[in-house]
């Protein structure tokens, strides 16, 4: 077999290479997975031979692919039985793509599967360019993507029972015969060997053929993508023709790209984006039809061309390739500046407007910290909101405080401008959940408030904070023992980065009849905590217990410590309206904490966190993190 | 201020840790590609390709992401209007 060829790099290469790295990455952070339409085609003009250009693509983008797939999981979104049995037999379909990839390299060379690549190219492009602007067209007219019902086809497959056959998907939430997963499988592997680009295939049969929700259609897809990718690299590698210089000049662009583009889309709207997606998709087909002409000539298909030729055509389809892509970055930077800066626009008016209407409410208490005019309660539909919305509402009749439902739709930009409907159902599930979660609670003043975010813990943060509230009230995950599970990690990442204190409930809390519970270890925090809970007695009409622990093995002098804390705190509380009892005792501190609430049946425990550290693990304090895993009624975290 | 300071170096730190890789990378150019060239006779030299591709992915996705968060640039956040319970 003849050698494969790698291009020479020089300052030129490198920079064009991560230059098209970047916008393509832009384009594909834009426009939805597929910025490999661009990328494959543009190496090619860098003279990298087809076989390289498919190779090095599919390299640099797996382990991207994994690190997404692992971040959806978290969200539940993927169906790793489905994703990993698509991506097996993705794996044959590469296989036999390559098969045939190799057989007409064998046979014709360079020329022959460059050729080839740029044939299957055309007519993808085509087909999904022309799919994309006739969607574009009904976007527009409706300005808003609609959820659409489950398509009929996919009723139709899910109703074929074949025995031996069926399989149980949860992301279908029903059974499907193998032999219709087969076919699309091999498809999507197929066509990413031959073009680096299977998703094409891959995510809208999912959805339009199994039925699979669209959410859950591209964050499977990465698991496919990870599976072919990496088996592709292997199969690719071994021929050795993935040139990882390429790869990773790619990726360094497209890194900084991608990012960029994702950002690019939340400031548009739907159609804008189908807009550019098919334009560029069209031009760069536009351009493949300058080099066949070339390998057509190569092969002895027709007449040969002269060199001169050969090279004006190519150097005008270069050129084609070139405006597509300027034209794609130009779109993306544009639509970045000019929505920053009307965003911005709109928050400053935002703001102007909230602190006016606000002014009169804070003159009246001036309490920057203690104040409760405004909860935010994080409600996902769940279960475990429920006790969040109960506490929430509880202490806002108490205090005659605003409630804010507020349910984040977790939109990932880049997989939803390809696929619309995943915005839709996203935003349509955050609806439900914030309208059940309006339905629990009785407060005079209670509202909903659905945000869009890639990330729920993003969401509430941004959203508590713009909505400029005193409290956000959020449940408790409760699952196997470890503490870090039993909070979850978002309600820490909450916790780690909101800017006002978080009232942790675990599943079925209230606000129960007795005293405030602090807990102090004579620390700056430990001071917050206490002031907050001194504050929130008086406003609720209840007792203060501070409470103090030793651990057992520490010394007399840390002792005497515990015991001055709780005095000074005594002493400060002395002669205002709260009765104080301060509680030294020996153990755990989570446990006495814990303890020392059941005893007294609390409503609620005021704990002190340390603030953010960089760290997630370290967001908050190993104590407070396990009195909230641990406690058996709501805890408030106070910085 | 120490937020952005925290957020500063720890883009510091990723982005040196890529600069290097991708130095290292280029300086051993010519050999990485001379491993590539015999991979068809030593198949198990693909897990050069795959083992750099993880370590680059990961570094310079960590530093991607916190230099433009360091940079201010972040996704608009869509608060759709607050309802009242009236409207509901």
């Known amino acids: 077999m003849a050698e494969v060829q790698f291009i020479e790099l020089n300052a030129a290469t490198v920079f064009l290479l991560v230059l098209i790295g970047f916008i393509g990455g832009m384009v594909s952070g834009f426009i939805g997975s597929g910025g490999a339409f661009v990328l494959t085609p543009a190496m090619m003009s860098l003279g990298a031979p087809a076989m390289v250009a498919v190779a090095s693509n599919i390299c640099h983008k797996f382990p991207k692919a994994l690190v997404g797939a692992v971040k959806r999981h978290k969200y539940g979104q993927v169906d790793v039985k489905l994703g990993v049995i698509l991506g097996m037999v993705a794996e044959a379909g590469m296989l036999a793509g390559k098969h045939v990839m190799t057989s007409i390299k064998q046979g014709f060379g360079d020329a022959g599967t460059d050729l080839y690549v740029s044939v299957v190219f055309i007519v993808v492009l085509a087909i999904v360019g022309g799919y994309v602007l006739r969607d574009y067209r009904r976007l527009k007219r409706l300005d808003h993507a609609l959820p659409e019902a489950k398509p009929g086809l996919a009723r139709w497959i899910q109703s074929v029972e074949i025995p031996g056959t069926m399989i149980h998907f949860k992301a279908i939430g029903a059974r499907i015969s193998l032999l219709f997963i087969l076919p699309i499988g091999f498809a999507t592997g197929m066509l990413a060997a031959t073009i680096a680009v299977g998703g094409f295939i891959g995510v809208p049969a999912m959805i339009y053929l199994l039925g699979v929700p669209a959410i859950m259609a591209s964050a499977t897809e990465l698991v496919i993508a990870f599976v072919m990718g990496l088996g592709g690299t292997i199969f690719y590698g071994l021929e050795g023709a993935v040139d990882i210089r390429l790869s990773m000049l790619i990726l360094l662009g497209s890194l900084f790209g991608i990012q960029l583009g994702a950002i690019g889309t939340t400031y548009v709207k739907d159609y804008q984006v189908k807009l550019v997606m098919a334009v560029i998709m069209l031009t760069v087909l536009f351009s493949r039809f300058f080099y066949i002409p070339g390998y057509l000539s190569a092969l002895g298909m027709i007449a040969p061309l002269d060199h001169e030729s050969v090279g004006t055509l190519k150097t005008l389809g270069d050129s084609v390739l070139a405006v597509a892509l300027i034209l794609g970055a130009v779109t993306v930077l544009t639509s970045l500046t000019r929505g920053m800066a009307e965003h911005r626009k709109e928050e400053q008016r935002l703001e102007l407007e909230a602190s006016m209407a606000r002014l009169a409410p804070i003159a009246a208490t001036l309490e920057p910290s203690a104040r409760l005019a405004r909860l935010v309660v994080a409600s996902d539909g769940s279960q475990y909101s429920s006790g969040a919305l109960t506490t929430a509402d509880d202490l806002a009749r108490a205090t005659g405080a605003e409630v804010l439902v507020l349910s984040v739709a977790v939109v990932n930009p880049e997989y939803a401008t390809a696929v619309p409907e995943l915005r839709a159902t996203a935003l349509a599930n955050a609806e439900t959940a914030a309208s059940l979660g309006l339905a629990a609670l009785s407060a005079v003043r209670r509202n909903r408030l659905i945000v869009e975010a890639d990330d729920p813990y993003r969401g509430i943060v941004e959203a508590a904070e713009e909505a400029r509230a005193d409290l956000i009230v959020i449940g408790r995950r409760g699952k196997r023992g470890l503490a870090r599970d039993l909070i979850g990690d978002a309600t820490a990442k909450v916790i780690g980065h909101a800017s006002c204190p978080v009232l942790v409930c675990p599943r079925g809390a209230h606000l129960a009849e007795g005293p405030i519970l602090a807990a102090t270890d004579g620390s700056r925090f430990g001071d917050a905590a206490t002031w907050y809970a001194a504050k929130l007695a008086e406003r609720l009409g209840r007792r203060l217990v501070v409470v103090s622990a030793v651990l057992p093995s520490q010394t007399e002098a840390r002792r005497r410590e515990a015991v001055a804390t709780i005095e000074r705190v005594e002493t400060a509380l002395r002669g205002g309206p709260v009765a104080v009892k301060g509680v030294v005792d020996t153990g755990r501190p989570e446990q006495v904490i814990v303890d020392q609430a059941r005893h007294e049946n609390a409503a609620l425990i005021v704990i002190g966190t340390h603030g953010r550290t960089g760290l997630d693990r370290l967001l908050m304090g190993s104590v407070a993190e396990r009195v909230i895993g641990f406690a058996d009624r709501p805890v408030l975290a106070v910085r | ?88």
Not at chain 2, 59 to 74: C, V
């Open chain 2, 1 to 88: 201020m120490t937020h952005d300071k925290r957020l500063w170096s720890r883009t510091v730190f990723w982005g040196v840790i890529t600069a290097l890789l991708y130095a290292t990378l280029f300086i051993e150019a010519e050999s990485v590609i001379r491993l590539a060239r015999e991979t068809p006779q030593h198949p198990w030299l693909v897990l050069v390709p795959i083992a750099i591709a993880f370590a680059i992915s990961f570094t310079h996705g960590a530093f991607t992401g916190l230099f433009w968060e360091a940079m201010g640039l972040k996704a608009a956040s869509k608060p759709k209007t607050p309802q009242t319970a009236g409207q509901e």
